[in-house]
């Protein structure tokens, strides 16, 4: 079993960052490709940045390339995600997960099925 606990959301303006941090507890095989995901109201939850843990392979959306960064301290068995020059359409509740599967050249996938495990969630607001 997996236990995913998110923290570090907040309101902040338009151009502001926020680090969002994500402790993980469980097993460590299942936890081979990490993720962050967001869902606005009225939204299907998507996948912003996937992390293979093993090997560090990232992949970022194209709505947040270049402006988040997806981490990991294995040390302190947690997943961040910096978010620098946030925007009002950034505005989502950020979930974390994790997933024992791993797509081939380490890859990880972004679809909601691929993952196991979820946390609460932490609520993003980004005024303009």
């Known amino acids: 079993q997996v236990q995913l606990v998110e923290s570090g959301g907040g309101s902040v303006q338009a151009g502001g960052s926020l680090r969002l941090s994500c402790a993980a507890s469980?097993?460590?095989?299942?936890?081979?490709?990490m993720a962050w995901f967001r869902q606005a109201p009225g939204k299907e939850r998507e996948a912003v940045a996937t992390?293979?843990?093993?090997?560090?392979?990232?992949y970022y959306s194209d709505s947040v390339k270049g402006r988040f960064t997806i981490s990991q301290d294995n040390a302190k068995n947690t997943l961040y995600l910096q978010m620098n020059s946030l925007k009002p359409e950034d505005t989502s509740m950020y979930y974390c997960?994790?997933?024992?599967?791993?797509?081939?050249?380490?890859?990880?996938?972004?679809?909601?099925?691929?993952?196991?495990?979820w946390g609460q969630g932490t609520q993003v607001t980004v005024s303009s």
């Open positions: 997960a994790a997933s024992p599967w791993s797509l081939s050249g380490g890859r990880c996938a972004t679809s909601l099925t691929a993952y196991n495990y």
């Open positions: 992390i293979y843990t093993i090997g560090g392979n990232t």
């Open positions: 469980g097993d460590t095989y299942s936890r081979r490709c």
